[in-house]
């Protein structure tokens, strides 16, 4: 039987993806005690990256959906570093997201509440998080968006 988050991630009709691999030389994620900082996961749906420049094409609902994406990859490292248990999570502390974007882009922040609503609605108030929105004049690979996660768990 799932637990609470998993069960609403179904109601949802979410599924997280596998927790992608690295792609150089780092870890996904580190715990030190009750904290998991989970590196950079880039914007990817359906093993394919999300590519684009937001400011160049890409508008910032596209750009929202990216970072939604990275959420979910965030989150399936979260539940790898919890050995599959994703209802150890207690909160999501920080995030810190990374938009692909032009020099005069200014709507980083509507970006990157892709990945902020959907950790508030799978999660309720312990998916509230401190956070950082930046713009980037590229990511790796022409990726849309970057986001770095730190969480509490038990």
């Known amino acids: 039987m799932p637990g609470p988050i998993e069960a609403r991630l179904a109601d949802l009709g979410v599924t997280l993806p596998d927790a992608p691999a690295p792609a150089a030389n780092y870890v996904p994620f580190i715990s030190a005690g009750d904290i998991?900082?989970?590196s950079g996961q880039v914007?990817?749906?359906d093993g394919e990256l999300i590519r684009g420049k937001l400011?160049?094409?890409m508008s910032v609902e596209d750009g929202a959906q990216a970072a939604r994406a990275c959420?979910?990859?965030l989150l399936a490292q979260v539940r790898a570093?919890?050995?599959?248990d994703l209802d150890r999570l207690v909160r999501v502390v920080k995030l810190t997201g990374f938009v692909n974007s032009t020099g005069d882009f200014t709507d980083q922040p509507k970006v990157i509440n892709g990945a902020s609503d959907l950790m508030v609605e799978l999660l309720g108030d312990k998916g509230?998080?401190?956070r950082s929105a930046v713009?980037?004049?590229s990511l790796p690979m022409g990726v849309a968006v970057e986001i770095e996660g730190i969480f509490q768990v038990r």
Request: charged content about 10%.
């Open 135 to 137: 713009s980037a004049a």
């Open 43 to 45: 914007s990817m749906q």
């Open 81 to 84: 570093a919890c050995g599959g």
């Open 36 to 38: 998991v900082y989970v």
């Open 55 to 57: 400011g160049d094409g």
């Open 128 to 130: 509230r998080h401190a």
């Open 71 to 73: 959420a979910l990859s």
